[in-house]
């Protein structure tokens, strides 16, 4: 049956995403005087009051709204102001006034309207800190090549050997700055494509196996022996469904990462195992603290592993939870042989999350760390060729 109406447009109002109350008045400053007379379900929400009308002091409290009403109601001109509600979930919101006119009662009528700004205002902050810390780790090797270009200029201009060692060291903050700028290249882009599930299928035996190889000579350099491990990898290909390059930046940087924080010695093992279901028991070992950086997606139920265990110094409980945070390090890792900048687990996160995967983290320190990330087997494999 068709609606009439004002049933239609009351339901309207009501269904309405933003909150939207009508406050009337009829002496400007008489604050204890204004009242709404109409509150949308989203206005009865955010501001928790039952009733659809009532005195506005008991609905609103904030001054800057108050204004805003007084403003709409006997400037009757548009008004608009910010403001954060206290309590733990604090929001930021934007209120608008508008004069709407003159009730039955002679009262005056505005509109206030408010929006929930508290996404835009975080998005906002992240934005300024990723481009402070930017600069920030950019500035430390400009600086230096500035201050060593200033030096060869000056007295070390004819000294030889002092101008070796420089330039050598000039070319590895230049490696680092290129370093830097292609870490947040590739960040930028797997965020802007992180909604958009791959296409793909990869065998992941196959291209761990690439990166064990490639990584051979960094483990030999630093004298950390890789064990690669997988079950099955010789009887028959695991695919999982994903981007062959995003899931080879994932394998490099987790096995990076266990032989950049392994002692001479000791050894990285890099495992691969297929038809997982219950990932809380395959992220080993027994015991030690564990967290979930990325949790998988509870719908699809089986999962191929990549694990890359260490014998590290592992990481303290506290530090777990901000390690795929852009250009976080460990206190005490930011500088000499172990130094990064800090964006290679930002990377792998936001990589696992877009192929609607898992990262697990499990590490204690003095105990080495173990990193397993989950892949959603390919349903149905494609033809081997
Ligand atoms: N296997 C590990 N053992 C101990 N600490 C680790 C390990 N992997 C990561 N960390 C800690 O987590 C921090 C962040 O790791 P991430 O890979 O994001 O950055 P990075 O290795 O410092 O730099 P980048 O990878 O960008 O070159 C590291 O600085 C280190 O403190
Ligand atoms: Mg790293």
Redesign the pocket.
Known sequence: MALPDSQLYAALIDALPDPILVVTGFEPGDLTGRRYILANTAARELLRINADEGLLLSAVRDPVVLETVDKALFDETDAEGAYETSGAQSKSLKVRGRFLGFGRDGARLALLTLHDETEVRRVERTRVDFLANASHELRTPLASLSGFIETLRGHARDDATARDRFLGIMQAQADRMA?LIA?LTSLSRIELDEHIPPRGVVDLGLVVGEVVEAAAPLGAQRRVKLEWKSCGKDTHPVLVRGERDQIVQVAQ??I???I???PDGAAVRIEMQSGLTDLGAAASPEGTPRLSLVAPDPSSETYAVLR?A?Q????ARQ?LPR??ERF???DG??SGA???????????KHIMNRHRGGLVVA?AEGE??T?TAYFPLAGVPESKA
């Open positions: 370093r870490d940087n987790l990076d990462n266990a950049k924080y392994s890359v260490d590290g110094p592992g990481i530090n390690l795929s976080y390090r460990v890792q930011k172990r130094s990064g900048t800090g964006l290679g687990l930002a990377i792998v590490s080495g760390s990193f």
